[in-house]
């Protein structure tokens, strides 16, 4: 495989690979996605066959293990990295955690830092959830900021997803780090879908069908969806099913997660007695508004999941597509058998229209500077042509030099008869002989 013309991303933390989903969308080709969880990969590969999946724990990696791996695939790689982008986990920082200090997992957005520094791309990409800016946690993340500050500008932005057409209110920290200088936060949406817009309402009508249609009880989990809604073929359309390239002869109007959970009939006379935009008070589980944003879906820990939101027209929890519906995962995605490890890898991920909308910016960050250093070398060796004659207007000796790699400035220096060097633009002009 080649690497010429494509910009390469390396994922850490990859997950299930909703952020990696958006940055493919936005042009990046991911090279290499770790994980240490072997469940979440296995589904991982069922969406991303043409990446490079490694089952490794962060700390057990090398830059030179993964540079390594990105040669081997790539034969002409001129070895520079577009990005490095990851989620750490964010369950020490977060407000439905116990938040304490001396959580591991905490101690990961130092390590995922650690090894952005090591493998040197243009830019990194972090997320988080929004508490990692508390002061009680300064001691962990400013020496991650310390460190990054050494080699990279940093951004940071405070994303709400709801924002940017995710019919969810889940907002997240996002740290961007780039080599050339700061970066604005993407501009919001003009696009915005509801709750009822990613979950239609049951209609007999032809033209509402979507999901609206499918029968839901304990037996059905797939089913051929040939007519979608507005928001549905939007997902489509942002996120093209010839991005899976499967080797399978498997439509994309064929789609799972669609088994309903099995309530007991005292379960389903609480949640249909639970109102619109509130709280079920024994379950904690939220009640959806067809006209509102869901709340945030959270994964849950261990072997148990969060509580789901309640469906607004029926007694019952949410499926694994009604919740990748929310999420902003396109329908062809698959997220195997397993509604506990869905549901689980729904929560944990970037929601693909979020990190579409990042990836984005980031891509036209970096054509800016790409554009940027083209432009300014030529623009220099205008002046370079008529050396001669500038030499004779200003008796000196002119040495020229400028960058040809993707973020170096390109600069002209001045060099007087007595060989004290004048400083123009970032770099200084050679001595003279």
Not at 23 to 32: D, K
Not at 154 to 160: D, G, N, R
Request: aromatic share 10%.
């Amino acid at each position: 495989m080649l690497s010429k013309n494509k910009k390469l991303v390396v994922s850490l933390f990859c997950g299930i690979g909703g952020l990696d989903l958006g940055f493919q969308s936005a042009g990046f080709e991911i090279a290499i996605a770790i994980d240490n969880n072997p469940k979440v990969l296995e589904l991982y590969k069922l969406n991303f066959p043409d990446t490079t999946v490694l089952c490794r724990d962060i700390g057990e990696i090398s830059a030179s293990d993964i540079r390594e791996i990105i040669q081997q695939k790539y034969l002409d790689w001129d070895g520079e990295i577009a990005a490095v982008i990851g989620g750490p986990p964010c369950q020490g920082f977060s407000v439905a955690g116990k938040q304490k200090l001396d959580d591991d997992r905490s101690q990961l957005v130092l390590k995922f830092i650690n090894l952005v520094v090591e493998l040197n791309p243009l830019m990194f990409v972090m997320e988080n959830v929004p508490a990692i800016e508390w002061k009680k946690f300064s001691e962990i993340t400013g020496n991650a900021i310390v460190l990054i500050e050494e080699h990279y500008i940093l951004s940071k932005w405070l994303l709400t997803a709801s924002d940017y057409g995710v019919p969810q209110k889940r907002q997240r920290a996002i740290w961007v780090g780039s080599k050339f200088g700061e970066i604005d936060a993407p501009v919001e949406s003009e696009i915005r879908f509801s709750v009822g817009d990613a979950i239609p309402k049951v209609s007999d009508s032809v033209e509402d069908a979507d999901l609206s249609h499918i029968p839901i009880n304990s037996q059905t989990d797939t089913w051929e969806l040939n007519e979608k809604g507005e928001y549905g073929s939007y997902l489509d359309k942002i996120f093209p099913y010839s991005q899976r390239r499967q080797a399978t002869s498997d439509s994309a109007n064929i789609i799972n997660g669609f088994q309903a959970t099995a309530h007991t009939a005292a379960t389903q006379q609480k949640y249909g007695d639970t109102l619109t935009g509130e709280k079920e008070p024994t379950t904690w589980a939220y009640r959806l508004s067809a006209d509102g944003f869901s709340p945030t879906l959270r994964a849950g820990s261990g072997n148990r999941t969060a509580a789901r939101p309640i469906h607004y027209q029926h007694a019952r929890v949410i499926t694994v597509r009604e919740a990748a519906r929310l999420h902003s995962f396109p329908d062809w995605f698959d997220f195997g058998a397993t509604k506990l490890a869905a549901h689980k890898a729904i929560g944990n991920s970037v929601p693909p229209l979020l990190a579409y909308a990042i990836a984005s910016q980031v891509w036209a960050h970096l054509e800016e500077q790409q554009q940027s250093s083209t432009g300014t070398s030529c623009f220099v060796l205008t002046y370079v042509l008529d050396l001669q004659t500038v030499e004779a207007s200003v008796d000196l000796r002119i040495f020229c030099s400028f960058g040809q790699q993707l973020g170096t400035r390109n600069y002209l220096g001045f060099n007087s008869v007595d060989g004290d060097n004048i400083k123009v633009g970032s770099e200084r002009s050679p001595p003279l002989n």
